[in-house]
């Protein structure tokens, strides 16, 4: 139950939302949901729930994972996650998110990678962050067939460089490098841009020049839909949230609950009850019995 009222779901099926659809929104102004997932049973639950973009963000490496950052993991725990929730969507646009040290090295490496993804999760797209020689990185693998989301501002995969996980952006010269990357992302042919952890006024500045939709978390309003991380917004993920966070459920404490119910009826023999058991015939029981009785 969200803690901000009830919500309509979506109840009669849609068709597959397409790169043409995105577009067409960003034309006519209508925003573009976007959400995490990471396995089958999330896959469905945003599926179900009418978002227009699923991510299979890097993000996963702490949330589901257990790393303490994005960085560690790898191609193969990527593919895995992104094949499962393939198998779980029907209608949103699918995007896996490249990992760190999968595409950086050379275009050659990107376009490999970004290959292996779309053959083998069935993903519709890859994202791969910030500007600099990603720009490349991201002409190459657009060249090679493959539709590619930019991502600027705060970039998981560098937070170190930049100073962790803060706000970027906060003077002019360095929001004008935020800009500069995302309309050299833009001219690179991404699709979508990312823009994470910036001042509303830097998006609302560079605007007016971004002709692909963009996709903000932490960057105001302004941007032509919104992402946020599935355990983030219902409240799942353990820890502070950041700013930008807006939760919508408490599902963490509910879980919670849920399993110490079952622990303690277990422990005090209230679990499991009659009902939760088979039975057999009574004259199939006795024999049982007696065939037991003679080993």
């Known amino acids: 139950m969200s803690v901000h009222g009830a919500a309509s779901v979506p109840s009669e099926p849609r068709r597959k939302v397409t790169f043409a659809d995105l577009a067409a929104k960003k034309a006519t102004g209508e925003p573009i949901a976007m959400v995490t997932a990471y396995d089958h049973p999330t896959a469905q639950i945003v599926d179900a729930g009418g978002v227009d973009i699923v991510l299979v963000g890097d993000s996963a490496a702490m949330t589901v994972l257990g790393y303490d950052s994005t960085v560690p993991v790898t191609i193969d725990e990527m593919l895995m996650l992104t094949a499962a929730v393939r198998r779980g969507l029907s209608t949103p646009l699918l995007v896996a998110d490249l990992p760190f040290g999968s595409y950086e090295g050379s275009d050659e ?13 069935g993903a519709d797209a890859v994202k791969i962050e910030r500007g600099g020689t990603s720009i490349d990185r991201a002409r190459a693998i657009v060249a090679a067939g493959i539709p590619v989301m930019g991502h ?20 002019a010269d360095e929001a004008l490098a935020v800009c500069r990357a995302a309309l050299a992302l833009q001219q690179a042919g991404c699709f979508a841009v990312v823009f994470e952890a910036i001042p509303s006024d830097v998006t609302e500045a560079v605007m007016p020049l971004m002709q692909v939709p963009v996709i903000g978390i932490g960057a105001g309003s302004g941007t032509d839909g919104q992402v946020l991380v599935f355990h983030d917004l219902l409240g799942i993920y353990g820890g502070r949230p950041a700013k930008f966070v807006k939760q919508y459920a408490r599902l963490r404490s509910v879980m919670i609950e849920g399993v110490a119910e079952y622990a303690a009826d277990v422990r005090t023999g209230g679990y499991p009850a009659p009902e939760h058991g088979y039975s057999m015939a009574p004259e199939e029981s006795a024999r049982l019995r007696e065939l037991l009785a003679g080993l």
Request: aromatic residues 6%.
């Open 152 to 171: 600027v501002g705060l970039t998981p995969q560098t937070a170190a460089v930049l100073g962790g996980y803060r706000s970027q952006g906060r003077t």
């Open 109 to 121: 490496l990107a376009v490999a990678t970004a290959q292996r993804f779309i053959k083998t999760t």
